[in-house]
């Protein structure tokens, strides 16, 4: 680099150079190296620069002398930055110092250099990156102005919309759904009932117990409707009604996402906006108990809500109100919106009724939310409601019903929901079999072959398989069971043989009644020598429940004992009469539950007389038809009511 400062002061040919030098004085010489040095400094950085540095370092009035050693004093402060140098060089010193500041002065030409390069380098890629950010800029301008869509999600938006004025599907449950309470059949107590819980100024949280198919869902909705035009509820004309499966509904401990109460969807890892993932603001979710605010939540089949779940909602029904937390809310950060900070300082308003519905018995729901609600029972339909929700569907589809059409249907299935379907399935039917005749537009009639051919092609069963007759029978009884909120009559029969060896009897009954029923059957072996006097160990008796049916109680225990009576006497019993209740291994009939199930199968099976124990007697609801009531406290009253002969005790004889 000192050989290039050479040239550039001594010129570019060495000989001139030489030339030169022999020419000039040594003061001469260092005078000019000086001014090349001011010179390539003046280069660097500028005359304005140099001027200001030279100010800094309290150097301008040494530039400015005519002494070449104070000249070199300048340069060296200027050029090694230090202001507090004040020894001026002389001699030698001069010379040396001359050499070591073009030294120097190379260095700072060479890294200028480089500094300039890397600089345009530099300058070069901001100017890219500029334009660059201004080509973004511009297309997000376009895209606002534009908004999200582009030809592509334009034709896909055309082709969706096109789609949705396309509808097969017509929903015969929504057609033929009733429309107002008086078109419920059925259930007239039960929609009082609820009436007076919900439809008041203080409305009551409900369970509503009752099997499937006989309009729990419907007359809920129908009975907020109703609520809302009175002018003493609480209910608003707006006051939703929001509706769920309760088997649907799930509980995540982790608490991702929970439809019923609300979930808070954290930034970043829970799908939060993008706004408020960007500043890291947590995203409270409202849930349905916030949608059914100042309204009804009806839950359907809350009996297979997740436990956890369930006694998490019941503390919303305590405080009208859902909680929200996350560990990302800070209530400081001034990112948060208004509405996200009373969420989580306040909770969401969730004061609402509660209406649930439940096909199981009340003993499997949780006590504690039995605790805080009413409950209402729906009755299971008889074949003569059935009837009438088939006669009344068939008008709305505008067809005419052959004879016995409705009763055909009401054989096979007691659930409304499901009469409707077989009628629906039976008009579609009947609607192509027009066609193929070309009779579409004559008028339409259901046929009891369209009924049997859908019966048929849905495998389904009659209802009710075993039936009254006017036909006494030594040996055979009907007693009674319930399943569910369904009773159904139980065919119990009997035979009675001499034992081979006297004394040596054997007495047995089907393994599948169940333990209960074997209990039952010792009692009725008891009471039958008591009443009797009859040594049962002189016969060999077996007592069947017909089908394998098994019973979980003992209210058996009386038809029991009247068909082994039966059977060793050889009495018969009526086959028009059911009976039930538990027997003592004294004789008495006793109390036994399920009682108006019971009554409702004896009546499904077309019986004209049920024997209940006197202890049920306040138990009978009031208003029953069709079937004669009859109460026995002891075996005696009950044979009396059941026998064909009366029911006199026929004492064994003696020996």
């Known amino acids: 680099m000192k050989e290039i400062l050479d040239r550039l002061m001594r010129g570019a040919r060495p000989s001139d150079s030489e030339t030169l030098s022999r020419r000039l004085s040594p003061e001469e010489q260092v005078g000019r190296q000086v001014g090349a040095l001011f010179g390539l400094l003046t280069n660097v950085w500028g005359p304005e620069r140099l001027v200001v540095k030279a100010g800094k370092m309290d150097a301008l009035g040494l530039m400015k002398s005519e002494r070449v050693e104070e000249q070199v004093l300048a340069l060296q402060r200027l050029v090694y930055d230090d202001p507090t140098l004040d020894t001026v060089p002389e001699g030698e010193a001069l010379l040396q110092a001359v050499d070591e500041l073009e030294d120097a002065i190379a260095d700072l030409v060479a890294r200028r250099t480089v500094e300039d390069k890397i600089e ?32 592509s999600t334009l034709k896909r938006l055309e082709r969706l919309e096109a789609l949705e004025k396309i509808s097969l599907h017509r929903s015969a449950a929504e057609l033929l759904r009733p429309r107002s309470l008086s078109e419920v059949v059925g259930q007239d107590r039960a929609i009082k ?54 088997s649907t509904l799930r509980w995540d401990p982790r608490e991702v996402t929970n439809p019923l109460l609300g979930s808070v969807h954290d930034p970043i890892y829970q799908g939060a906006r993008r706004d408020f993932a960007e500043t890291g603001v947590p995203e409270p979710r409202l849930g349905l108990v916030t949608e059914a605010h100042g309204g009804v939540l009806f839950i359907d089949e809350i009996g297979e809500m997740d436990p956890m779940l369930q006694i998490k909602l019941l503390k919303v029904l305590e405080d009208r109100r859902v909680t929200f937390e996350s560990s990302y809310y800070d209530a400081n950060d001034p990112n948060v919106p208004k509405y996200v900070k009373k969420l989580f300082e306040e909770g969401a308003p969730a004061d609402f009724i509660l209406i649930g519905a439940t096909t199981r018995d009340p003993s499997e729901i949780d006590p504690a939310l039995r605790s805080r609600c009413a409950e209402v029972f729906f009755e299971p339909l008889v074949p003569a409601d059935i009837v009438q929700i088939v006669e009344q569907a068939a008008q709305r589809l505008g067809v005419k019903l052959e004879p016995g059409v409705a009763g055909i249907v009401a054989d096979y299935t007691i659930e409304g929901r499901k009469a409707v379907g077989i009628l629906a399935d039976a008009y579609g039917l009947a609607l192509y079999q027009a066609s193929e005749a070309g009779q579409a537009d004559a008028p339409l009639t259901i046929t009891q072959e369209h009924v049997y051919e859908v019966i048929q092609a849905s495998r389904l069963s009659p209802n009710v398989l075993k039936k009254a007759s006017s036909t006494a029978e030594v040996g055979r009884i009907f007693g009674l069971g319930v399943l569910g909120y369904v009773g159904s009559v139980l065919e119990i029969e009997a035979v009675a043989f001499p034992a081979h060896e006297k004394g040596k009897g054997v007495l047995r009954i089907n393994d599948t009644a169940g333990s209960m029923t074997k209990d039952s059957l010792f009692n009725a072996a008891a009471v039958v020598r008591r009443v009797t006097g009859e040594d049962l160990s002189n016969w060999d008796v077996h007592v069947n429940v017909v089908g394998g049916g098994r019973i979980d109680g003992p209210s058996a225990g009386t038809a029991i004992y009247l068909a082994m009576i039966s059977a060793i006497q050889g009495r018969p019993i009526r086959q028009d009469v059911a009976i039930t209740g538990e027997v003592s291994i004294r004789g008495a009939v006793r109390a036994i539950g399920g009682v108006y199930e019971k009554i409702y199968g004896a009546r499904q099976a077309g019986m004209k007389r049920i024997v209940l124990p006197e202890e049920n007697r306040k138990d009978v609801p009031q208003g029953v038809t069709g079937i004669e009531i009859c109460f026995a406290s002891t075996i005696e009253e009950a044979m009396a009511l059941v026998l064909a002969d009366g029911g006199a005790v026929s004492m064994a004889s003696a020996g």
């Open 120 to 151: 345009k380098k530099i300058q070069a890629r901001m100017q890219e990156r500029q334009e660059e950010y201004y080509r973004e800029i511009k297309q997000q301008v376009l895209r606002e102005d534009a908004g999200p869509e582009t030809t």
């Open 193 to 246: 009932a609820l009436l007076a819980k919900v439809a008041s100024p203080f409305p009551q949280h409900v369970i509503i117990y009752g099997p499937p198919g006989v309009g729990k869902t419907t007359v809920a909705r129908l009975v907020l409707e109703k609520a809302k035009q009175m002018p003493h509820t609480p209910f608003a004309k707006d006051a939703p009604f929001v509706e769920v499966d309760g």
